[in-house]
């Protein structure tokens, strides 16, 4: 069973950029699919991007598409995701996950990171 920690997360003003990186411990860190997703206060956690075993196979919800960048460093069981022209709708806790099933639906993943802080300012 992976295990996952994400970092990389903090206080940016709008328009900035941060970079979140999630650590896999495990050997099998290659047989998942990996996403991250994202919970604002009060709200329901969002899909917001995830990749394929391969990292060939990037996925994205529309309201990041085109600014964040998900990819995978399989040889350093890491997971990354380049967020750009940040806004303060952004704002969440950010977390990774690994599963295997559909890419969208948090009920396919089944290893959760323990979520990282993102806030942006206006």
């Known amino acids: 069973q992976v295990q996952l920690v994400e970092s990389g997360g903090g206080l940016v003003q709008v328009g900035g950029s941060l970079r979140l990186s999630c650590a896999a411990s495990g050997r099998t860190f290659s047989n998942y699919h990996l996403g991250w997703f994202r919970q604002a206060p009060g709200k329901e956690r969002d899909f917001v991007a995830a990749i394929s075993r391969s990292g060939g196979n990037p996925y994205y919800a529309d309201s990041v598409k085109g600014r964040f960048t998900i990819s995978r460093d399989n040889a350093k069981n890491t997971l990354y995701l380049q967020m750009n022209s940040l806004k303060p709708e952004d704002t969440a806790v950010y977390y990774c996950?690994?599963?295997?099933?559909?890419?969208?639906?948090?009920?396919?993943?089944?290893?959760w990171g323990q979520g990282t802080q993102v806030t942006v300012s206006s």
């Open positions: 996950a690994a599963g295997s099933g559909s890419y969208y639906y948090s009920d396919a993943y089944n290893v």
